[in-house]
């Protein structure tokens, strides 16, 4: 390699001098870009430094260049509260000095005051002042405004006020417009043009007729020129930039000006406002024309609303094929099916409205369909827009529905699990004693299936895990409905409830098995598995709480059922589907066991047993097929088992003795270890439970075996891990017999607990200190000093009543000398017996 040497001094200064050079020039060049794209913005320039004129011939130093503050917000602040003062001067002069001028006056002065404040934002604009021309132009149209006031005063004091606003706003619209289109450079008067053109039909409509029908035309009416206004608006808007490019940074800026007209920018911004005007005007003549058809009581006084709905619907149909659009085409849908169900409202039943104004969607929906709409980005709106308007028809008549779905399947058939076997009802309304209108939901069935009908089409045109979900739940609703609806016998409905539950529990089990073989491995159940998940086990739910009007049903459904739960279980072991099946399963089980106890009448304490083989037979399952879920769940049937034997102190010792032969058989099986720890504490509750029922009220005879059990688990914890502290491993086992001995010592009066306890603990010290624990060895010889100071606590007190008053202050006082003498020492002596006590183990 070359090793280049650095430049010279003279060199460097001169190549840093260049590269200055370079840079001032493309500042320049900046800078001219700058003050072009201003101009374009219609910005007023600010300030900015000028670029030098040629090169730098030396390194001067360049002081730092900071950009003047901007007075953009000041002239904002100064020209509003301008404005602001002369519009309330023109006001006040209006309302309280008009009076004191004559004909003359009054003429002259409004005519030079508002021709001046009209002239006066040209001068300006070609001043280049655009804000103050926009104040003027604010204070101009205000003033043209207090202009109609002051002229109804004067020469229309007759005339009707909606009649003469309705003209004024008329020709005040015509003039701002022709205003803003002459001073196109003025934001203001053009979108004041079109909120005030919002006023004019109305006004007339509201002069001549006062009808609500009348209204909503004039209100349609003014939506169908702000739409016309809308459209063309955005159809003549031009592009920024197409004859001439814009100039790039490193060439001279040309001097051309944007190739947008005035007149073009000025109109650009009244799309977006016509089309939130249309929006309101129209839609509050629908929502006038809907509440008329509604409220109509024959078809002839329907149909000049649904007129009106019709004309709304052409018209959001016209302004979605002018500018495809969705929330348009999402009316048009919605009006016309508000058109056509409102024609045929107020002839039909109560119970058909809702299936009426649903076969209306349906029409809406084919022409989405239809190949005539598919193709082509540019109608997607559209076809988005009519599905969601037949959708949002179908799920407003889906809601008609509700009230009979509640009823059907929540307040019958709770009144039934609430007082089970008192017989069969005739037929499936008598499950409620309420007195609802089963004939005005009679249709339920038929709107359900009709919705159903129409998802399970749209997911074969297109499919989705959505709407297949959909057709299935909706599908399912419609079948629930359909005992009531039709008024079924009780015994029909209890079958078409528990078919309902085995085909969706079926169907759950198929797809979820179906995911779970896919290629990719373990897949994810679809939304399908979890929605017939769920309608089976609403359908299942029913069925169950309808079964127990009679024993015979009970017996029958219930199994049936566990049967169902048992296959979905073992046909998807794993998944939540089969997760579901096994809980299910256990808990038909344990009805069945509770059931069976009700038939044969046994007492609480004899149908714990009863129950209690459920969680047995679960253990014995599980011990050839693993199912965890199971597993789980029958601690539940366990806990009944226990609530149930309750009353009864040597049942309940027997229910818990079983129970822990059930958690030791379960601990027998690989990965189930934790379980010997339930059933050591389950043996140990049955030993209590056992003891407080033979009488026993010592306490040695209950905090024995747990000392014994504590004692074990924590030598066999010491083996495996021997640097476990012994406190961890026996402190709890000792306390748990050493403590409450040694309360009841100090309160026996008998000589035979403080001599057993005693012996008891010397032993536990030695022991301790033989094997340098420490625990057993402090815990054994603080009981036995306690156990010391209780047996002799009397001598001790004879001895003390002995004595002279005086003497044990004064060998108080003794001892304090004598360990003050020696504090050092026996402080050195605390800490050495505190580091022996640390060194035991």
Known sequence: ??????????????????????????????????????????????????????????????????????????????????????????????????????????????????????????????????????????????????????LHEVAFENTGAAAYTAAATTFLALLWAAYGLALPRLRTPLPAAVLLAQLPLYLWALSTSATPLTLAWALLATAVLDTALAVLTFRHRLPAATNSPAPTASATVPHHPDPRTPRSRALSPLGPLAEVTARATGGIALLIALVRSVGSTTTPEALPACALLLAGAALALAATLLRPRFAPALVAGLAAVASVGGAMYPSLPVAWVAPAYLLCACAVLAPASAPVLSGGPRLAPLRHGLRWAAGLVGGGALLTVMPALALTVLTG??????????????????????????????????????????????????????????????AAVGVLLLPTALNLPYVAALVLYVALGAGTLALASRTAAFAGKAPTGKAAPTALSYTALATGAVAALAATCLALASRETTFGVLGALLAMCVLLAARTPTGVAGAVGAVAAVGYATGLAVASAAALELPPRHAAFLVLAVPAAVALLAARVRCAPAEYAATVPALLAVVLAATHLPTLALVLALCAVIAAGTALRPGRREARWVAAALFLLATWVRLAASGVDGPEA?????????????????????????????????????????????????????????????????????????????????????????????????????????LPPALAGLLLLAVGATYEKRLHDARRLRTRLGRLG
Do not use: K
Request: aromatic share 4%; net charge positive; proline share 10%.
């Open 702 to 806: 209950y905090t024995l075996p747990a000392t014994v059990l504590a004692l074990g688990v924590g030598f066999l914890h010491r083996r495996a891990h021997p640097a476990t502290s012994s406190w961890t491993a026996y402190g709890p086992g000792l306390s748990t017999t050493l403590l409450p001995s040694l309360v009841a010592a100090w309160a026996d009066p008998h000589w035979l607990r403080p001599l057993l306890l005693g012996c008891a603990a010397l032993a536990v010290t030695l022991l301790g200190a033989h094997r340098r624990l420490g625990a057993p060895l402090l815990l054994g010889g603080v009981t036995l000093c306690l156990v010391a100071v209780h047996e002799l606590a009397p001598y001790v007190i004879q001895v003390v009543g002995a004595l002279p008053r005086w």
């Open 1 to 150: 390699m070359t090793n280049v040497p650095p430049p010279a001094p003279a060199e460097e200064l001169v190549l840093i001098d260049r590269e200055l050079a370079h840079l001032d020039a493309r500042r320049g060049q900046l800078l001219h870009r700058r003050a072009w794209l201003l101009q374009v913005l219609n910005r007023p320039l600010p300030p900015a430094a000028t670029p030098p004129a040629g090169p730098r011939q030396g390194p001067a130093p360049r002081a730092a260049e900071t950009p003047a503050p901007s007075s953009r917000s000041a002239q904002n602040v100064l020209l509003t509260l301008g404005g602001i003062l002369l519009a309330t001067a023109a006001l006040a002069f209006t309302l309280v000095g008009w009076g004191q001028l004559g004909i003359a006056g009054r003429s002259a002065v409004l005519t030079l005051v508002t021709l001046a404040a009209l002239a006066a934002p040209a001068l300006l604009v070609r001043r280049r002042l655009v804000a103050t021309a926009e104040s003027v132009g604010v204070l101009a149209l205000l003033l043209t405004a207090l202009d109609a006031y002051a």
């Open 413 to 474: 058939p709770l009144s039934r699990a609430v007082d089970p076997w008192q017989g069969l009802p005739a037929t499936a309304r008598a499950t409620t004693e309420l007195d609802f209108p089963w004939d005005r939901t009679a249709t339920g069935p038929l709107i359900a299936l009709a919705i159903a009908a129409a998802l399970a089409l749209a997911h074969r045109r297109a499919p989705r895990p959505a709407t297949a979900a959909g057709a299935l739940a909706v």
